[in-house]
């Protein structure tokens, strides 16, 4: 699994003009792509991870926080795209990317597992064409990959 993660003072997503998710921050804007070997073990480790990130403006004794330091929000967003690959040629290819069947449960698990660890989480539609608005914090932007 792949994930872009933001960090933000706020995001949201809307699909046809509707908000279907929005966070207030300090919290992290992820975008998770899922290729074909992925597991559910996988998507605990990955929510695992975001979770304890330490990428948070620091507390008053200068160290960095996460999300589960402070109750921050998090909005996960499935996004394909990260798995496209374009060394060859001007068109990415997608053979990376798992199909919708494989990767939508598994970035449902990401989120379940979240919610599990006590996580404020939104969510994007999966397969819906996505509007994304974000202010990324610093700007501050990793890439996670387990």
């Not at 073990?41 to 200068?62: N, Y």
């Amino acid at each position: 699994m792949r994930a872009v993660v933001q960090r933000v003072t706020e995001a949201r997503v809307t699909v046809a003009g509707e908000t279907v998710g929005a966070i207030e921050g300090p919290g992290l804007c992820v975008l998770v792509g899922v290729t074909h070997e992925d597991t559910p073990a996988k998507a605990a480790q990955l929510a695992r991870k975001l979770w304890t990130l330490r990428i948070l403006s620091a507390d008053e004794e200068g160290v960095e926080q996460s999300c589960s330091d402070i109750g921050g929000p998090l909005l996960v967003i499935s996004q394909f795209t990260l798995y496209g690959d374009a060394r060859k040629g001007r068109r990415p290819t997608w053979t990376a990317a798992a199909p919708g069947p494989v990767a939508e449960p598994l970035v449902d698990e990401v989120v379940a597992q979240l919610r599990a660890l006590g996580a404020k989480v939104e969510t994007g539609r999966f397969g819906a064409d996505m509007q994304v608005a974000l202010v990324n914090d610093g700007p501050f932007t990793v890439l996670v990959e387990v």
